[in-house]
């Protein structure tokens, strides 16, 4: 029984190791294919991917008017930036990938 579980711990582990790296996969490519239009190069004032000291004034306000801004668009930015389609929890996770990127 202890092998068993060990087992179907260690395949636990391993799937959901899996699955998150298909979640972070997945955020990289709808942001390859929306956000990085601008916030790679920081076009029209968007701040670029990875650069901490220009997301840290936004990121302040809080993930909610993040998201909120996004939706609704701001400054240069359309609603719904390029991502038409995505939930509120898409562009958090968008977000938070844009923030964290290296």
Not at 12 to 24: I, N, R, S, V, W
Not at 66 to 89: I, Q, R, W
């Amino acid at each position: 029984m202890k092998k068993l579980f060990i087992a179907s711990s260690v395949a636990y582990l391993a799937m959901t190791g899996l699955l998150a790296q298909a979640a972070d996969q997945a955020v990289i490519d709808r942001y390859s294919k929306t956000c990085a239009v601008c916030h790679a190069a920081g076009a029209a004032g968007a701040p670029r991917t990875g650069d901490a000291a220009q997301w840290a004034p936004r990121m302040e306000k809080g993930m909610d008017t993040l998201v909120t801004s996004v939706d609704k668009g701001m400054n240069a930015m359309p609603p719904k930036g390029m991502c038409f389609d995505c939930s509120p929890e898409e562009f958090k996770a968008l977000i938070e990938y844009m923030v964290e990127a290296k």
